[in-house]
Every structure is written in structure tokens, then in C-alpha cells.
């Protein structure tokens, strides 16, 4: 059932507006706290998903990592309100083994809270069965931290150097900085054609004018959850930049993003 929720409503927002076809001021970092399943079968509330939701000036991304099993699952759009409900318009999605370019659009009402906001899907079909969702988030963003990187990014070009061979990955794979919170989320192939979903989102400081500090809470990878990484970046205009990781046996690992647009 969790990954048909995922699936289906993970896209989803809050604001309390009345202007049509304007962003709302909900520019931020989320972090889920709770999903609730009612229909005529059960009522039933999950807390252990692990997702982050981020929303720039008309941009948004999620990924979700579920604990018990490195299920997971990320997407990335764009965003207006209309009637006092957020639209969001979804222009990739990725789940585990499968993934997504076919534009879909979310419309979403909410209810602001002390903590961050409510969530509420009055009718939605999970499992084969007419359900309705609620599901609570907690804000979490450092508003007074800005940086050159903030925004959501598509990834065009990764290569790994090592000494003098260069080897290029056509991975699919997008990343979002905003208010002190990064995520990235990633589609590959391996060597048997199979598509794999991967995600991480934690924390990130900058530690100099062209270096920042990632710091992942969260992960399908083991490796990478828990552990710091010092990444080196170049801004290459408005809407282009360059980072770089030198790993531990001196190999690096180059990627290039540009700005996501509608």
C-alpha cells in the first residue's frame, strides 16, 4: 500500500491564498511527519517514511526513502495555486524499479498548523479502494541561508576521472538546494538493462565562496546516510554550475547541472 500512496499522492503542498494562477509565498524545506489511510476497510497512520519536500519560488522536489526496506522514490516539478489550493505539476517521477515524464497534475488543499502544515485528499483510489489521505508535515528550512545553488537542478553530464581515464554515466538524476537542505534523486540502468530509483537529502553549509558541506540524514544507500561529503562548485551563469568530489583514492566525481525549467 505504501508505495501506491507514494505513487499517487506524494505530490502534494500547502498555502493559503486566493490570487489565481500565483505562487504562493510557501517557499521552504518540509519534512513529513505523518501519512494517514482512511476508507471503509481501515484507518490507519504510517510514521516511518522518511521524506523531504522542497519549494522554491515556483519549483518543488520530493524524495522519500522507507526505513524498513531502501524503497524509494522522488519527483520534481513546478507549481501554481488556483482558488486557494496548490496545483502541482509534476515533470518527472521515479519509484524503485520504474519512472516517469508524463506531465501529471496534483490539486491539493491544506490547512496551515504551528508546525508547518495539513495535508487533506478527500477522495482518492488506493489499493482499488476509495480512500481518503491526510498527511502532516513540520517545516524545517533556515530562512536566513541563502546560497549561489539554491533552486532545483537536472543533472546533464556525470563523469568519473580517475588518473587518466574518464569514464561517463547517462544516469537521469536531479538535486535541490534550498534553505540549508539538499536532496538528490537518480534513475539508473545496470549492466542486465534494470532501472533502480535512489535518493538522498540531509543538510548543506557552505565552507568557502566555491565549497559547500552535504551532510545526508537520509538514503537508499548505506554508504551515504550518516556521512559528510566536501563538494567543490563553479556557477557557470544564472542557470548552470559545476561540482566536484574528490573521493578518498584521489579519483573525482564531476557533475554538471543546469536550472529546471517549466
Given at each position: 500500500m505504501k508505495n501506491l500512496i507514494f505513487c499517487c499522492v506524494v505530490l502534494a503542498f500547502v498555502s493559503c491564498t486566493s490570487s489565481v494562477n500565483k505562487a504562493p509565498d510557501i517557499k521552504g524545506a518540509y519534512f513529513m511527519t505523518s501519512q494517514t489511510v482512511t476508507n471503509a476497510k481501515e484507518n490507519v497512520t504510517y510514521s516511518d517514511l522518511k521524506q523531504l519536500k522542497i519549494y522554491t519560488d515556483s519549483f518543488m522536489m520530493y524524495t522519500q526513502?522507507?526505513?524498513?526496506?531502501?524503497?524509494?522514490?522522488?519527483?520534481?516539478?513546478?507549481?501554481?495555486?488556483?482558488?486557494?489550493?496548490?496545483?502541482?505539476h509534476a515533470l518527472y517521477t521515479s519509484r524503485e524499479n520504474g519512472f516517469s515524464t508524463s506531465p501529471a497534475?496534483?490539486?491539493?488543499?491544506?490547512?496551515?498548523?504551528?508546525?508547518?502544515?495539513?495535508?487533506?485528499?478527500?477522495e482518492i483510489i488506493i489499493d482499488s479502494t476509495k480512500s481518503k489521505l491526510k498527511e502532516e508535515y513540520q517545516y524545517v528550512g533556515k530562512k536566513s541561508q541563502t546560497t549561489p545553488l539554491d533552486g532545483v537542478w537536472k543533472q546533464t553530464a556525470f563523469y568519473m576521472v580517475k588518473g587518466n581515464d574518464t569514464t561517463k554515466d547517462d544516469r537521469t538524476q536531479y538535486k535541490a538546494y534550498y534553505q540549508g537542505y539538499f536532496m538528490f534523486g537518480q534513475t539508473t540502468k545496470d549492466s542486465s538493462n534494470k532501472i533502480h530509483t535512489g535518493i538522498g537529502f540531509g543538510t548543506f553549509v557552505m565552507n568557502g565562496d566555491n565549497k559547500i558541506k552535504e551532510t545526508d540524514l537520509n538514503s537508499t544507500y548505506s554508504i551515504i546516510a550518516g556521512n559528510s561529503f566536501d563538494i567543490d562548485f563553479v556557477v557557470k551563469g544564472p542557470d548552470s554550475y559545476m561540482q566536484t568530489i574528490t573521493n578518498p583514492d584521489s579519483s573525482k566525481s564531476i557533475e554538471v547541472y543546469e536550472r529546471l525549467k517549466k
Open positions: 526513502v522507507n526505513p524498513a526496506d531502501s524503497v524509494s522514490g522522488f519527483g520534481v516539478g513546478y507549481y501554481l495555486s488556483d482558488s486557494g489550493k496548490i496545483i502541482e497534475s496534483y490539486s491539493l488543499t491544506i490547512e496551515k498548523t504551528p508546525e508547518g502544515y495539513t495535508q487533506f485528499i478527500p
